[in-house]
């Protein structure tokens, strides 16, 4: 089935200058996470310095983004880089959140001279991380709302009412601040988009068939430095950051204190540094192609 990608650039230019400035124009993707879900990642986009190009999109079949039912990681990849030859950039900057993060490691391993550098933001890493990430969200429930979640899991189909209580109480695990952690889940369930469980269960069945070997050996194949992003608050263990970040030829792991899974509500200033070259932080420097005559975007 051929299905439209929203695009939600923050800026769009297809070159790499700006000759007012006579300053290098660095472009950057950024991958929502999900399966499933909608781009959210506008916050991250503002974070970035004002010489970078940030395209953000909803990915296909969900959010905004046309019905899909090819839903594969190796269509995933395909789309970015289509996207990527539509704008004319030899290389950009890809920055994944969550399944996002899985994401952008697939099309980096896949188009290794296509990245200038990778950001790999509060992702699953790399061995069991279930089980961790379980017990932690467990704990931050009480048992009512443990109950209540199976519950409302349940229904074969939920009101909009429900749909947003569902969606709080899975999330609000998230954040690292438990004062503010579910009103910021149900600011985020509120948004009027369906979640795509179709995508949601083929992507993660097909991501949790990847062998720990098989993710190490094509980690292998990326060239570009990885920071590889983890809140010390995320209910997903920075043990399983680390070790991706070790099998990363260029990774180098950042656990910022104070922050969840989204440590730009928490931690925005030392997400920034990360993102755009702080201390310690490999800086992502990249030169894009101008656009190529002639070239636009093949349909699907």
Same mark, same amino acid.
């Given at each position: 089935?051929?299905?439209?990608?929203?695009?939600?650039?923050?800026?769009?230019?297809?070159?790499?200058?700006?000759?007012?400035? *006579?300053?290098?124009?660095?472009?950057?993707? /950024?991958? *929502?996470?999900?399966?499933?879900? =909608?781009?959210?990642?506008?916050?991250?986009?503002?974070?970035?310095?004002? !010489?970078?190009?940030?395209?953000?999109?909803?990915?296909?079949?969900?959010?905004? #983004? @046309?019905?899909?039912?090819?839903?594969?990681?190796?269509?995933?990849?395909?789309?970015?880089?289509?996207?990527?030859?539509?704008?004319?950039?030899?290389?950009?900057?890809?920055? @994944?959140?969550?399944?996002?993060?899985? $994401?952008? /490691?697939?099309?980096? =391993?896949?188009?290794?001279?296509?990245?200038? !550098?990778?950001?790999?933001?509060?992702?699953?890493? $790399?061995?069991?991380?279930?089980?961790?990430?379980?017990? +932690?969200?467990?704990?931050?429930?009480?048992?009512?709302?443990?109950?209540?979640?199976?519950?409302?899991?349940? %229904?074969?189909?939920? #009101?909009?009412? +429900?749909?947003?209580?569902?969606?709080? /109480?899975?999330?609000?695990?998230?954040?690292?601040?438990?004062?503010?952690?579910?009103?910021?889940?149900?600011?985020?369930?509120?948004?009027?988009?369906?979640?795509?469980?179709?995508?949601?269960?083929?992507?993660?069945?097909?991501?949790?068939? =990847? #062998?720990?070997?098989?993710?190490?050996?094509?980690?292998?194949?990326?060239?570009?430095?990885?920071?590889?992003?983890?809140?010390?608050?995320?209910?997903?263990?920075?043990?399983?950051?680390?070790? &991706?970040?070790?099998? /990363?030829?260029?990774?180098? $792991?950042?656990? %910022?204190?104070?922050?969840? *899974?989204?440590?730009?509500?928490?931690?925005?200033?030392? &997400?920034?540094?990360? %993102?755009?070259? @702080?201390?310690?932080?490999?800086?992502?420097?990249?030169?894009?192609?101008?656009?190529?005559?002639?070239?636009?975007?093949?349909? =699907?």
């Amino acid at each position: 089935m051929r299905g439209e990608l929203r695009d939600r650039g923050r800026r769009r230019a297809p070159a790499n200058r700006d000759h007012r400035h *006579h300053r290098t124009v660095l472009t950057c993707r /950024l991958l *929502h996470g999900g399966p499933g879900l =909608w781009d959210c990642l506008r916050p991250v986009a503002r974070l970035l310095d004002d !010489s970078t190009v940030v395209h953000r999109f909803d990915q296909r079949g969900c959010g905004r #983004s @046309g019905p899909s039912d090819d839903q594969r990681m190796d269509r995933l990849v395909a789309d970015l880089d289509v996207l990527r030859r539509h704008w004319g950039y030899n290389r950009w900057i890809v920055i @994944g959140h969550s399944f996002g993060a899985t $994401l952008a /490691l697939a099309y980096a =391993w896949t188009h290794p001279d296509r990245v200038a !550098s990778l950001g790999y933001l509060g992702g699953t890493g $790399l061995g069991d991380w279930r089980t961790a990430y379980r017990a +932690e969200r467990t704990h931050r429930m009480t048992a009512r709302q443990q109950v209540r979640l199976a519950q409302l899991g349940a %229904l074969p189909r939920r #009101s909009a009412t +429900e749909e947003r209580e569902f969606r709080t /109480l899975a999330w609000f695990t998230d954040h690292a601040d438990r004062e503010r952690a579910w009103d910021w889940a149900d600011e985020d369930a509120a948004v009027p988009y369906p979640i795509n469980w179709t995508a949601n269960r083929r992507l993660a069945e097909e991501t949790d068939s =990847w #062998s720990d070997d098989t993710v190490r050996r094509r980690c292998r194949q990326i060239t570009a430095p990885v920071a590889v992003i983890h809140g010390a608050g995320d209910p997903r263990p920075v043990t399983a950051a680390a070790a &991706l970040a070790h099998a /990363l030829p260029g990774g180098r $792991l950042h656990v %910022l204190e104070g922050a969840g *899974h989204h440590p730009w509500r928490e931690q925005p200033d030392a &997400l920034r540094k990360i %993102l755009y070259g @702080g201390p310690a932080a490999p800086r992502p420097v990249m030169v894009a192609a101008r656009p190529r005559p002639g070239e636009h975007v093949q349909p =699907w």
